[in-house]
């Protein structure tokens, strides 16, 4: 299927556009970046949002030539408006999706508004196992090795007011070693978000997720 984008004011099709908002490292939308530098997604990244103007994230992507933005906090120091910025800065790049890598902050009403169903976060365990407030990170491998659980793996859902409760979009399953430290399971369940945060955009962006209520359904 070809991918679906907007037409744009030139009427030509642009592409399915993408905002990613980090706070960390960045390793989930360098995976991005580089398949869809490569042609493997049908999607571009057309801004990055980072809430850490140090972070790895805004590093990568400047790098790759897109626009990295820094909200925060300090920039706008009120809730409201940092949140009416982030809406604004997204629809501003025309992001048909919005994408959480490793974001850590809730978003706010005015983005979840204008941009719901089509906000989604990848997070590194089997939703909705060792999900919720303060599992984020390490501390969810931590949690993980710390319960005996035998699978963990990676879950992308679609983002509601809660934390970690919306909708489930694709998940992948590992078995955790019984050696497993919750650093080398980070590292195998990295390695897994890598390749399964893509292949939900390429979802979104060839148009095979129907969305009613909470039910998810893929198309062929
Ligand atoms: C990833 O493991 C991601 O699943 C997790 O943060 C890491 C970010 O890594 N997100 C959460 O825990 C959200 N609850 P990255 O910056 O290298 O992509």
């Known amino acids: 299927m070809s991918p679906r984008g907007i037409a744009n004011p030139s009427g030509r099709h642009a592409v399915y556009c993408l905002g990613v908002l980090a706070s960390g490292g960045g390793t989930n939308l360098q995976a991005i970046l580089d398949r869809t530098a490569s042609g493997r997604l049908p999607a571009r990244v057309?801004?990055?949002?980072?809430?850490?103007?140090r972070s790895g994230a805004?590093?990568?992507?400047?790098?790759?030539?897109?626009?990295?933005?820094?909200?925060?906090?300090?920039?706008?120091?009120?809730?409201?408006?940092?949140?009416?910025?982030?809406?604004?800065?997204?629809?501003?790049?025309?992001?048909?999706?919005?994408?959480?890598?490793?974001?850590?902050?809730?978003?706010?009403?005015?983005?979840?508004?204008?941009?719901?169903?089509?906000?989604?976060?990848?997070?590194?365990a089997l939703l909705p196992a060792f999900g919720g407030r303060g599992m984020y990170g390490d501390r969810v491998h931590e949690a993980v090795v710390q319960s005996g659980a035998q699978v963990s793996g990676a879950t992308v859902h679609l983002v509601d007011e809660e934390y970690d409760t919306g909708p489930i979009i694709l998940q992948r399953r590992i078995r955790v070693a019984p050696d497993d430290t919750p650093d080398s399971l980070a590292r195998r369940v990295l390695a897994v978000e890598h390749e399964l945060y893509p292949e939900a955009i390429r979802l979104f962006a060839e148009g095979r997720i129907r969305i009613d209520g909470r039910k998810v359904e893929i198309l062929d």
């Not at 920039?75 to 949140?83: I, N, V």
């Not at 490793?102 to 983005?111: F, R, W």
């Open 58 to 124: 805004l590093v990568r992507a400047r790098r790759a030539g897109v626009p990295a933005i820094h909200l925060s906090g300090r920039t706008h120091p009120q809730p409201g408006a940092l949140d009416r910025a982030i809406a604004e800065t997204l629809r501003f790049h025309g992001v048909n999706l919005v994408v959480l890598a490793g974001y850590m902050k809730k978003l706010g009403p005015a983005t979840l508004a204008m941009h719901r169903n089509r906000i989604v976060n990848i997070h590194p």
């Open 46 to 53: 057309g801004v990055v949002i980072g809430n850490n103007s």
